[in-house]
């Protein structure tokens, strides 16, 4: 009988890759949907009255919700919390802080 | 919300997972179970396969291929037809949902066929002598794989997200044609290909721990399959309906009150 070993190698190597490839760019697209929903939610009008918020992502990692922060601070520097108030360059310090989160 | 409340009002109780809001929490809980469920299912079939299953007396060891190759096979072709069917829901109800269970399937179904076609090439290598042959069978399943990647492509270069929607609907119901071609191809033409091992209507042509192994290992692929597009489906939530509040606004406030500390702190 022939050995085999390099064809079942081959074959069940394929699948480990896969859901290590999958599991990878399953992580990236949350991350890249958590940070879109960041911008757009930035971007938007703030604090209606009603007291919804449109601030904060809760249940995620704190990384992300210092990125969220970072992002409203450069979107809204004289926006419903004053005490965020900087200057272009800082704002543009907070995006660049927000990417590389 | 407003569509959480007319779900509530009436219809069947399925359709009440129509809304993101419903789904988004109901998919997170599902995803871990399956996770695991299906990392355990693997590891029984692969352990059956490999160590109780018999040695084939005509491929030797290379038939061993067979535990990935044929659920992979499997979960291409019942991944596929699970997008016609959310394509016939976009059309009809024009539900958000369903469209984007069409865009969660797609790269997993693609990945399925991919792993059909070259666990198929390592095993036609030592048993046929070939790597590729343009057989029917091999052929209509790349043509799957070719589906998929229109599916991910045609989403991915138009701009309007319902008119990818409605695109994408389209062609995963006209590409469905596919799917009985690749399943009859050994019947309709002479192919290399071997028939079908396993069928509703016969016995089956293979030993039992080789068969249980098999089935073992397909139902493991089939819960990856579904955990890994919840997982994609709970993405794409997140970025179409980023104004909605998926969270429990007791758990918002108290990250929002962690913000305001650490703000003061700085």
Redesign the interface.
Known sequence: ??D??F??A???A??VV??VI?AF??QQ??R???R??AL??AA?PQDDGTG????????HA?AF??AL?AVQEAHHPQGHQP??GRSQPAADAALTRADRL | MLEVAQSDQGGAWWSRFAAPARFFPLAGRLIPPLFVLSAVLAAVGLYIGFMVAPTDWQQGEAYRIIYIHVPAAWMSMLIYLAMAFWGVLTLVLRTRLSAMMIHALAPTGAWMTFLALWTGAFWGRPTWGTYWVWDARITSELILLFLYFGVIGLRASIDDERKADKACALMSIVGAVNIPIIYFSVKWWNTLHQGASVSLTAAPKMAQTMLSAMLIMTLAAWLYSVASSLVRVRSLIIEREPFQAWEPPSVGAGLRIGAEHSRSGA
Do not use: I
């Open positions: 009988m022939k085999h070993s064809y079942l081959m074959s069940y394929a699948p896969v859901v999958e760019r399953l697209q949350r890249l949907a958590l879109t929903r757009e939610r938007a919804a918020s449109t601030q904060s992502l809760p249940g704190p919700n210092e922060e005490a965020f």
